[in-house]
């Protein structure tokens, strides 16, 4: 039972990766058990070839006014539409593979009517991004003489402007990357912060790949041992310790997968930004900081509390990392406004969810009671949030600082914080909990500030995400790679537990 289990549980797992990998695994005989093992450490996964579906041209460069455009063209066409745009390659001279030929640029219709002087590039298959003959043509960029070249193309017979990331599926259909590599690509081209793109190239450039491709042969290896042990174990020589060879092999590869899931989303978290909510009473200079920290006003700034209503938010560059912050509602209970209390249910809610809290209180809190502060601090489900992880408390309007904290150096001030936070049964969470004096209109603590949110972020979520420092193993960075690999994982933890039963009935 136990060895039927393990063959359909492989086989299922196989389908997780690829339903091609499994139906092939599954149908393969096994004559000579050596030769069988060999072949399946060797064997690569093959997609489907589609049908060609022509020539195809497209912008690669981004559209509108530039110094150089680039536009792209793919299929096997592609040699005769620059034998027939470009003069020299009409007699016997030969365009050599990767080599730039500066050149006119001619209508294929009319050759007296030059379109542009250009830098020619002709990548013959299958070494090229799609795998299929491919050029490029750096042209100047002005509108019209891009128009010009794409309107040429477009009144070739059999050539098509290609749709939309056409160029990425024929290089995936032709096996010159995997999805993973691909999704790498795509997020280097969007990545905004430096962390973003030191995470990308890492992915670009086939980490995630490599991992899950080791982890792939690894287990169809394994299939093949189990079916060769199911087999042959009573009829032939098969080496002894074959099968707790398999089990000891499929632990370690769920100790590997369980570590890879574990990573606090780092890699999702650097890829689409870390989340950060400014939460705190009316007025404590809230809009202020979010006004302050995208050097633009998003936010309305007044001295009437209760004029933030709703959660406001916008995307950040902080120290070369993505943030999305969000400006919420001020934190009080005397409000029999039903919109305000909407407001700080939603701000409590943003709060919770974030991956990084900026808790802001007005300094001259420490001196005495103020409107709407020492209040604050009595409602448990609000103070709680003050004892979340990743939770900055900044004491705002350091320009009106009591007499009694003037004459203190800054850790005399952050004692005296702590203790009246202390006093209040705040507690600082040990992970991520910091103190910070700032003036949002003197600039006093900025610089402080921005540094320590900068270095939080640095070690909370990129060291081991984007390979800074010492190399770590390549994290996830999309939801759909968990998913398929908890469903893996599910496969084998079911796999140890049979195993683990018969052995308790034997």
Same mark, same amino acid.
Not at 172 to 194: C, Q, R
Not at 233 to 247: A, K, T, W
Not at 313 to 330: C, N
Not at 403 to 431: F, N, Y
């Given at each position: ?50 049908? %060609? ?11 509108? @006014?530039?110094? $150089?455009? $680039? ?32 050149? *006119? ?32 043509? +750096? ?31 024929? &290089?995936?259909?032709?096996? @010159? ?8 690509? &795509? ?5 905004? %912060? ?31 041992? %189990? ?36 990573? @606090? ?46 959660? $406001? ?18 934190? *009080? ?13 939603? =701000? ?42 990743? %939770? ?42 910091? $103190?910070?004096?700032? &003036? ?10 921005? +540094? ?12 081991? =995400? ?41």
């Amino acid at each position: 039972m136990f060895i039927a289990f393990a063959q359909r549980r492989v086989l299922t797992l196989l389908a997780t990766v690829h339903p091609v990998l499994a139906n092939k695994a599954g149908a393969l005989h096994r004559p000579n058990t050596s030769a069988f093992i060999s072949g399946l450490r060797n064997y690569s996964l093959t997609s489907a070839m589609h049908a %060609t579906h022509g020539t195809i041209y497209a912008l690669s460069s981004h559209p509108g @006014k530039s110094a $150089v455009a $680039v536009i792209r063209i793919s299929g096997p066409q592609t040699l005769g539409i620059l034998k027939s745009m470009v003069p020299r390659l009409a007699s016997r001279f030969t365009l050599r593979p990767r080599h730039a030929l500066l050149t *006119r640029l001619v209508h294929p219709e009319d050759p007296k009517n030059v379109l542009d002087t250009c830098l020619c590039l002709w990548f013959p298959a299958p070494h090229s991004f799609t795998g299929e003959d491919m050029a490029e043509l +750096h042209v100047h960029g002005g509108i019209a003489v891009i128009d010009s070249v794409l309107r040429a193309l477009s009144g070739i017979s059999g050539v098509r402007m290609a749709e939309r990331g056409e160029f990425s599926r024929r &290089s995936f259909d032709n096996e @010159k990357m995997d999805l993973t590599t691909l999704e790498g690509v &795509s997020d280097l081209i969007n990545a905004e %912060t430096e962390a973003q793109r030191r995470l990308a190239v890492r992915q670009s450039r086939g980490e995630l790949h490599l991992l899950y491709d080791a982890w792939r042969r690894t287990l169809i290896e394994l299939m093949a041992l %189990t079916e060769a042990y199911i087999d042959f174990s009573e009829e032939e020589n098969i080496e002894d310790g074959i099968y707790p060879q398999v089990c000891e092999r499929v632990d370690e590869l769920v100790d590997g997968i369980r570590r890879h899931l574990d990573d @606090k989303r780092r890699g999702e978290i650097m890829r689409t930004g870390v989340s950060l909510s400014i939460v705190g009473p009316p007025n404590s200079g809230k809009s202020t900081l979010l006004n302050k920290l995208a050097q633009r006003q998003v936010a309305i700034v007044s001295p009437v509390a209760g004029t933030t209503r709703d959660v $406001v938010e916008t995307t950040l560059d902080i120290g070369g990392y993505p943030l999305v912050v969000r400006d919420t509602a001020g934190l *009080r209970k005397a409000s029999a406004d039903v919109i305000e209390i909407e407001g700080i249910r939603r =701000a409590v809610e943003s709060a919770r969810e974030a991956d990084v809290r900026i808790f802001m209180l007005d300094v001259r809190l420490l001196s005495g009671p103020q409107p709407d502060g020492i209040g604050l601090l009595d409602d448990a489900a609000w103070k709680t949030l003050l004892e979340l992880p990743h %939770t900055f408390v900044v004491f705002n309007k350091a320009d009106r600082m009591p007499d009694a904290l003037l004459g203190q150096s800054r850790l005399g001030q952050m004692a005296l914080a702590r203790a009246w936070m202390e006093k209040h049964g705040v507690r600082l969470a040990e992970v991520g909990g910091a $103190v910070v004096f700032l &003036s949002c209109k003197t600039n006093d603590g900025w610089d402080s500030l921005m +540094h320590e949110l900068a270095e939080h972020i640095r070690r909370s979520w990129e060291d081991g =995400a984007s390979g800074s420092g010492e190399k770590t193993q390549m994290p996830l960075t999309k939801a759909r790679h968990r998913e398929h690999l908890q469903r893996c994982l599910d496969h084998l933890v079911e796999f140890q537990q049979i195993n683990s039963s018969d052995d308790a009935t034997t």
